[in-house]
């Protein structure tokens, strides 16, 4: 079954963790750092693909999925690079660990969400040093739990600039201080009630402002929408702001200016029925947008955006594309665009692994 037909069905909190636990269908929010990510050559639109900006990201994390489909590893590439290589490194979680997640924070520390278990499940956040390979021993461990000393399933996270952690459950965003471990309570944490449908990414602002992607899933549609929670939201929040997307939105990141960035996927066809894909996208609407808008920019790509799964954008505004059982070889790619690209603008590269079986919708960039 494809991975948009598989998602589009997910029409309960049960639904939802199975699905979670066996795609871990998350994006990230965008803090990219270190030095050149590289490029090519060429101009952006019809003249060449808009070389990567210099100063950019290092190292571009993949999640691997097993032979059956469970994500158990995490890849990292350098950014840059282009065509079927190795990656630089793997990174081993332990035995039985199923990975739904993945963050990077400024340092350049690792995140890894994920359940524990097979028949009781323990829900943790592994936070592995910089550079971490194989079977690294994490620096932290976090068990996630809730006010009501509940485990939550970490579908997405992401790291501010003051190391603070934010995590997405079904239904309910936890933070986390930036030295947590063991079983901690969070530090902050709110339940999304009714504008809750299904969250498949997080990201949040210089001002501590969260931005949610939530695609509704009904008997007869599918649609979806960005949700923009207060810095500090508690308790039964509700948004400050709602953007409608075009598409489904798989994913929301932010660049350095604030300007907001979503992978949607647009689709025809009932829910519990067959489900025609008809086109993918990325819509970059300016920060501080409210309620509908047409977004600045929508990136298609060069006919090869099927099943955009997850983007991150760095801290020079390179985008990073994640494409899962689609793309231009039929196998996961990820596609990396230089600043400003929009329309049918050509990847600057596109990456892909000969040792991918199969990957999460999970990506992150450092």
């Known amino acids: 079954m494809r991975f948009k037909e598989t998602v589009s069905r997910v029409l309960s909190a049960a639904n939802r963790l199975v699905l979670a636990g066996v795609l871990g269908w998350s994006v990230l929010a965008a803090a990219g750092c270190g030095a050149s990510g590289g490029g090519t050559s060429g101009g952006g639109g019809t003249s060449g ?11 571009i994390y ?20 282009g ?19 993945i963050a990077t924070d400024n340092s350049g520390q690792l995140y890894v969400g994920g359940t524990l278990g097979q028949q009781t499940y323990q829900y943790e ?4 040093a910089a550079g971490a390979t194989g079977s690294a021993t994490p620096a932290r461990t976090l068990i996630l739990a809730d006010y009501q ?42 339940t999304l009630g009714s504008s809750y449908t299904g969250v498949g ?6 001002t501590g402002n969260i931005y949610l992607s939530n695609f509704i899933a009904t008997q007869t549609s599918l649609s979806g929408e960005l949700l923009v929670y207060a810095a500090g939201a508690s308790g039964s929040a509700t948004p400050v702001r709602t953007i409608p997307t075009n598409g489904v939105p798989y994913g929301v990141a932010l660049d350095a200016s ?35 808008a047409v977004p ?15 983007a991150k954008v760095d801290s020079v505004g390179n985008l990073y594309l994640l494409t899962v059982g689609g793309g231009s070889t039929g196998m996961p790619e990820v596609m990396e665009f230089g600043p400003g690209v929009r329309g049918a603008d050509a990847p600057a590269v596109v990456l892909t692994s000969g040792s991918w079986t199969g990957t999460g919708a999970q990506l992150a960039v450092h």
């Not at 993949?62 to 690079?81: C, E, K, L, N, R």
């Not at 956040?125 to 592995?128: G, N, S």
């Not at 990414?201 to 210089?206: L, P, Y």
């Not at 600045?296 to 997850?310: S, V």
């Open 49 to 59: 693909p808009t070389p990567l900006a210099a100063g950019g990201a290092t190292d």
């Open 83 to 101: 065509g079927s290589v190795a990656p630089k490194g793997t990174l081993l979680p332990p035995a039985n660990f199923q990975v739904q997640s």
């Open 258 to 292: 604030g300007d907001i960035y979503t992978p949607a996927v647009v689709e025809t066809g009932p829910v519990l029925g067959p489900v025609t894909f008809v086109s993918a996208e990325v819509e970059e609407f300016a920060g501080g947008t409210a309620g509908s």
């Open 201 to 206: 990414g997080i990201a949040v602002d210089s």
């Open 62 to 81: 993949v999640v691997q999925a097993s032979a059956t489909g469970v994500p158990i590893s995490i890849q990292d590439f350098a950014a840059g690079s």
């Open 125 to 128: 956040v592994l936070v592995y």
């Open 149 to 190: 000393g509940q485990g939550f399933l970490p579908i997405a996270m992401t790291v501010d600039g003051s190391g603070l952690l934010y995590v997405v459950g079904l239904g309910n965003v936890a933070t986390y201080a930036a030295t947590a471990n063991g079983t901690s309570v969070p530090a902050s944490f709110f």
């Open 296 to 310: 600045m920019k929508t990136l298609t790509g060069p006919g090869t955006l099927t099943y955009a799964a997850a």
